[in-house]
Nanobody
Framework: QVQLAESGGDSVQAGGSLRLSCVAS????????MAWFRQAPGKEREGIAT????????FYANSVRGRFSISPDNAKNTVYLHMNNLKPEDTAMYYC???????????????????WGQGTQVTVSS
């Protein structure tokens, strides 16, 4: 059984940085695709960053490209989301997701993923 546990969410001021962690069990992060999604109140879940094959391939949504980066630590079976220059519009619940299947790259739709963490809250104040 795949279990994903996110941590690292916090309340920060605009321009600040955070690092989110996603520890996986029952799943090898160096295998298929993993991704970070976020969901703000009243909005749809948005895929923001994904990686494949130990991070040899990465892709970012336009909303975070140049500010966020996704990276794996295979030894810790963990995927990180490094977030810089945070903006109030980044406020959301952030979720880690893992896929057991391969779809057309990039995989940034919720239906591409079958395992989800419980989420970690990021709040950015102006």
């Amino acid at each position: 059984q795949v279990q994903l546990a996110e941590s690292g969410g916090d309340s920060v001021q605009a321009g600040g940085s955070l690092r989110l962690s996603c520890v996986a069990s029952g799943y090898t992060v160096s295998g298929n695709s993993m991704a970070w999604f976020r969901q703000a109140p009243g909005k749809e879940r948005e895929g923001i960053a994904t990686l494949y094959h130990s991070g040899t391939m990465t892709f970012y949504a336009n909303s975070v490209r140049g500010r966020f980066s996704i990276s794996p630590d295979n030894a810790k079976n963990t995927v990180y989301l490094h977030m810089n220059n945070l903006k109030p519009e980044d406020t959301a619940m952030y979720y880690c997701a893992a896929s057991a299947e391969n779809y057309e790259w990039p995989m940034l739709l919720p239906q591409h993923y079958n395992s989800w963490g419980q989420g970690t809250q990021v709040t950015v104040s102006s």
